[in-house]
């Protein structure tokens, strides 16, 4: 039987090389295409003979709006919608991307920490220059040093901040990445139980097995709408963050 | 118009009316993945330093130690948040 791992194996599909860098198009590749093309025909589908009664299809796509529209009012304020788009997108995105994963014989981009930690790297670029943007360099330095605090002390204190700072985007990450992974590896485990238990004891074994994997499964759904959640919440508080700086 | 402000209604009520709660397993993955990750970057910056200056441990430990702090500070500081919120 395929270790538990071996579901998260990046496969070449078409290789290409350019100038010396492997760029194939490999399952990743073709499982983030997937999820763009499901997010575009879902956007198509939904935003179809738009009416001011709505259909059942435009209430599922005026509730996703709400959903994030809600999420930005209350974590940075009404001059947060500018970054509507942006977060709209990247819950999708991520969503649809969780969801893909469930599939099975599909592949769990999340599930790959290089992935998630470019996403969460360039939010993080982003974030830091709609900081420096909004507020000049000096005051954005000024955010590593707490008002209040005896000047011996900023020594130590600046430090700390500024590695607290450049560790949002490995927490954000990892968070995704750990979910995803693990979610997925103890399917494959359980699944394997079933499997193996079933086979030496005339079925009767992976009953048990199987009930507790159909459970699991309807988690690890859970958990992928749970995780792209999150992750569109942080980015929005790191957006806030950039424009009230405290 | 009317139909608009009345959806905009009912979400806002329903938005009063749950309020938010946070899971243990979402503090739990939140405060480990504090701690976590500013003692690793701490230690990443530490290493990359040593590498550039060529002087092994020095700045390594430095910024172990203070990714600890930093971890620990972090944690404290969502420790608070949290009770803040209760």
Request: charged content about 10%; hydrophobic content about 55%.
């Amino acid at each position: 039987m395929a270790s538990p791992l071996s579901q998260f194996e990046v496969k070449t599909i078409i290789p290409i090389e350019v100038f010396g860098y492997d760029i194939s198009f490999t399952n990743s590749a073709l499982a983030m295409l997937m999820t763009v093309v499901l997010v575009i025909l879902f956007m198509y589908i939904c935003s179809r003979n738009l009416s001011i009664v709505p259909s059942r299809r435009q209430t599922v796509l005026e509730s996703t709006y709400e959903f994030i529209e809600g999420m930005i009012s209350d974590n940075i304020g009404r001059e947060g919608m500018k970054y509507f788009s942006f977060v709209f997108t990247l819950f999708l995105f991520i969503l649809i991307g969780n969801l893909l994963g469930m599939f099975p014989y599909s592949f769990t981009w999340t599930s790959h920490i290089i992935v998630t930690f470019a996403i969460a790297f360039f939010i993080f670029i982003g974030v830091t220059i709609i900081a420096i943007y909004k507020h000049g360099l000096i005051k954005f330095m000024a955010f590593f040093a707490p008002s209040g605090v005896p000047k011996p002390m900023l020594l130590l204190l600046v430090p700390i901040e500024i590695i607290s700072y450049l560790s949002r985007p490995i927490s954000l990450s990892v968070r995704l990445f750990a979910n995803m992974m693990a979610g997925h590896t103890l399917l494959k485990v359980i699944g394997g139980f079933v499997f193996v238990l079933g086979a030496n004891t005339f079925i009767i074994g992976g009953i048990l097995p199987l009930a507790f994997l159909v459970a699991l499964t309807g988690l690890e759904i859970v958990i992928a709408f749970l995780q792209a959640y999150v992750f569109a919440i942080l980015t929005c508080l790191y957006i806030n963050d950039a424009i009230h700086l405290h | 118009m009317t139909k608009q402000k009345i959806s905009h209604k009912l979400v806002l009520k329903n938005k009063n009316n749950t309020p938010k709660k946070i899971s243990g397993y979402g503090i739990g993955m939140k405060m480990s993945l504090d701690l976590f990750s500013s003692v690793f970057v701490g230690t990443m910056i530490g290493l990359g330093m040593d590498n550039f200056f060529s002087t092994k441990p020095i700045f390594f430990l430095i910024f172990l130690v203070l990714g600890i702090i930093a971890g620990f500070y972090n944690l404290y500081k969502s420790a608070q948040n949290l009770n803040k919120n209760d």
